[in-house]
């Protein structure tokens, strides 16, 4: 966290949404609790785009597992540090597409998230992120990711009066593309439907590394 960075839109509204996200939206939480349910103690759980740890690490370190959250925002982590501490959780900066792992870390994890984080970066990067989650994980460990449900091209948002870039693949494509690097889909679905114009609606899905660790070629 002390390396320097530009500041980001999430930078810019950090406040606000620490107010705003504190609880899991509709269908999120039966997500988490179908990998909650089969985890081993102690597991360690990498939340790629944690923000600031609430809900979803939060959850993770309640039940006694160890996080590590990576983002991009020096202010979420701020904030993520303050509101949840460090027993048993690591708050990392680090590029969502170019973060790296120590050597012991790699394939160490028993899950690996991605919420609401993916359709923030360029679709063109969207495989490579996939590749890391898969390298991360142990032989049958969980990936969890969301994406919007957009054909069209990439699209500017405000929140909080701020601008925001989103980009998606539909989900047809984003199903093939979590297959593609080596991940059995268990569930995929909407969270939320699309409801025209910009709302492309959030898609999710959730998947186990197979136990041959291999990417489909």
């Known amino acids: 966290m002390n390396r320097s960075s530009m500041e980001t839109p999430y930078d810019r509204i950090a406040r606000d949404w620490n107010n705003l996200r504190t609880d899991f939206r509709p269908g999120e939480k039966a997500i988490f609790d179908q990998i909650l349910s089969s985890l081993p103690p102690k597991s360690r759980v990498l939340d790629l785009g944690c923000g ?7 959850m993770f370190l309640d039940a006694g597992h160890r996080v590590l959250g990576i983002d991009e925002s020096v202010s979420l982590l701020k904030l ?20 790296e792992f120590s ?6 994890f028993e899950v690996a998230i991605c ?19 898969h390298r991360a994980l142990r032989p049958d460990g969980w990936m969890a990711v969301t994406s919007g449900g957009s054909a069209n091209p990439p699209f500017t948002d405000t929140m909080f009066g701020v601008e925001f870039s ?49 990417a489909v070629t």
């Open 52 to 58: 600031t740890g609430r809900p979803i690490a939060k």
């Open 80 to 99: 993520a540090k303050q509101r949840l501490g460090a027993d048993g959780a690591e708050w990392r900066y680090g590029d969502l597409v170019e973060f």
């Open 103 to 108: 050597d012991p870390e790699v394939g160490d």
């Open 115 to 133: 919420w609401d984080a993916l359709f923030f970066l360029k679709r063109e990067v969207h495989r490579r992120v996939l590749e890391n989650l």
């Open 166 to 214: 989103y980009d998606s693949f539909p989900p047809d494509e984003m199903r093939a593309l979590v297959s593609g690097v080596g991940f059995e889909i268990v569930k995929a679905d909407w969270l939320e439907l699309p409801a025209g114009g910009r709302e492309k609606g959030r898609y999710v899905i959730l998947a186990r590394k197979r136990a041959g660790g291999g």
